[in-house]
Structures are given as structure tokens and as C-alpha cells.
């Protein structure tokens, strides 16, 4: 395993996200797990996960208010309580509490839901908002960003972003000028947002953050067809989407043809550092694309956490592993993915 005093001697690097200004961690963390929905993970790891990000160099947390309905919003607003000097921006969502139907996107919602995450994270101010994957419709919507403007004004919030399930709700949202970030699902087994997501977002100096970066965990190679997921796990009673958007399970991808693109892509790993494991590369291969501001694992344990920090320190992958994941995804995965995201 590739552990930060292998790297060189650079540290975790940083980048500026987007509109925001504000340099995070090129490797933040996902704290879905901290709050429900992976199965069962005590306060205590949550806080020793958080913890033993911050050790290894993260700066940049990404929560919502739905995880466990504020628990992961709270995990991390207690532990920044003990961690004032710990310089960590952290990237909220809304907009999950009330079905998201496209009428409760209004500004008194939005006071509602913001005043409860600054209780949760124990702060003034929130750094980032980002509404939560809301209809297609409320992209389109003037007074969602004039509602959004609003709260920045009052001071209730620092910036404001939107998490999308789709690139044609990136590109609405990142021609609008308040938008500071976008949130899209971005992995080797999920290459859409490169084709007009990036480039637009590049232009117009939007921040992108890369979530879902391990496909649920199948990019790790570690699954196979034997291993059972918990009955409160989304990788158990989302697999086929009757929860939510399937693509937020696995990226997407059938489990069978996922077990067989992770095996391939461990063994393009293998090829290209020996050191690596299959988790940092794919992280690492997220974080070298030009334009992604922080990519956000989650974790569930501090091995986990620590091993997955260590991938902001990998050097620059090769040309021939690029065109190997390209060349994967266009065999395996493409007709299944791209039309669709
Ligand atoms: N709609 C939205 O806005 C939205 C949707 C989805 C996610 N997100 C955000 O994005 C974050 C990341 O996405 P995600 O958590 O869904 O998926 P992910 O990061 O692709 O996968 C996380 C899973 O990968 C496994 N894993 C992580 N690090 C590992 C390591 N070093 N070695 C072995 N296995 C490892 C763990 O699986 P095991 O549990 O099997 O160990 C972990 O639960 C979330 O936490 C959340 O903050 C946002």
C-alpha cells in the first residue's frame, strides 16, 4: 500500500474550489457513511475517520443534512469544536427533507433547512451549501438563485453550489455566476462529465467536486460475487434503484459487469505501480484531471481514511494507464453508462 512517507515530499496537495476561493485538499472526505445508509458506524469511528483525515492532510468535509438526518452534520460539527485550529471547509447540502419536490425550493425552506445545518455543524456561517440532486427543473429556476443570493447576503451562508445527477444540470447550473461548485459523479467507471462538464467548468472557474470516486466501493476490487452488504446498506436495497437514483449505488453499473471492470482495472493498476492499491489509483486518476477541485471518498474506518488521503501524494499516472481506463470504460461500460448520465 502506498502510504504518505512514500510519497515525494510535497504533502497533500491543494487546490483553489472554484468560486470560493478557498484552498481545500485535493483528497476531502464523503461523511455519508458517518451518517446512515452503509450500514452501522459508531460516533466514535466517525469521529476517528474524521480524525485520522485531518491527520493525513484533508481539508475539505462533504455532509448533508439528510445523512442519518443531521448525525453526520453533528459528528463533524463536534469534532471541528475540538479542532479549531484544523483549517477544514465543509460542504453541506439541502433540499432532501421534503421529498424534493420542486415547489419546496423556496427561500423560507431554505432559511429552515440552513439554520438547522449551522446548529448541526455549530457555526455562523456555512461555508458551502450545495442543493441537493433537486429536479431538473429547479436548475432552471431564477428565483432558486435569487433565494440562494439571498442567504449569502444575510451571512447565513459563505458560498452556495449544486450536486447533480446529470451534465446537462451541470452545465445549467455553472452558467449561472453565483454557482461557486459542482458536485458530479466522476470515477474510471463513469467518464461522461469529461466530455462538456469539465471544460465548461474550467472556463468559468467553477469548483468541481468528484463524488462517488470509488463507484460505491467496486473500484477498490474487493467485492466479489459471494459478499453480502448489510440490510440497512444502499448497496443492498438500492441496487436497483427504488430509493433513489441508481446511479448513486455502484456509479450505475450492474454488479456482475462491476466485479468484472474492477478485476480489469486492479490489474491496470498493478501494471502501473505496484505500490498503489487499486482505491488510491482510482482516486489518484480522479484527482489529476484538470479542473476537479477535491474528490471526496467515503470511508468507514481509519484504515480507510488514512490509505485513501495517501492517493493526494501519488505521482502523476501514466499516459499508457489513462488510455487503459479509457479503453475500459469504452469496452465494458459505455453503452450502459453514457447515454445516461
Ligand atoms: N447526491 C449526492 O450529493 C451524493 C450522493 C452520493 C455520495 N455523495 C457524497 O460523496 C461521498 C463519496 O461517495 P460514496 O461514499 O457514495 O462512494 P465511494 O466514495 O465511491 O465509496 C465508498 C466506499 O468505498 C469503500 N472504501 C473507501 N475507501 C476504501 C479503501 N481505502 N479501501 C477499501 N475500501 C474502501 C468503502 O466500502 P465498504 O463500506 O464496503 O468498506 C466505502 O464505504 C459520500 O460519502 C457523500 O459525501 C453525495
Redesign the pocket.
Known sequence: MFRAWDGYAGGMQTRILGRTGRAVSVIG?????LGAD??DVTEADATDVLAASVDAGVTFF???DV?GDGRSEQVIGHFLKNHTDADITVAT?MGGRLGKLPETFVLKNFRDWTERSRRNLQTETLDLV?L??PPTVVFQTGEVYDALDTLVDDGVIANYGV?V?TGEEALTAIARPGIATV?I?L?AFRLKPLDEVLPAAREAGVGIIA??????????G??TRETT?AEN?H?NFNRDGSH??VG?TF?GVDYETGLAAAAEFAALVARENADL?P??AALAWVAQIDGVSSV??????V???A??AAAGLVPQLSVEFNEGVQELYDRLLREQIHPRW
Open positions: 472526505l464523503g461523511t455519508w457513511q452503509w450500514g462533504d455532509t448533508a445523512y447540502k450545495q441537493h440532486c450536486s445527477q458536485q459523479i470515477n463524488r462517488v470516486p470509488l463507484a460505491s466501493g467496486l473500484l477498490t474487493k467485492y452488504f446498506d448497496r433513489f437514483d448513486e456509479s492499491t482505491a488510491q471526496i471518498p467515503g470511508a468507514r474506518s484504515a480507510q481514511a490509505g485513501n
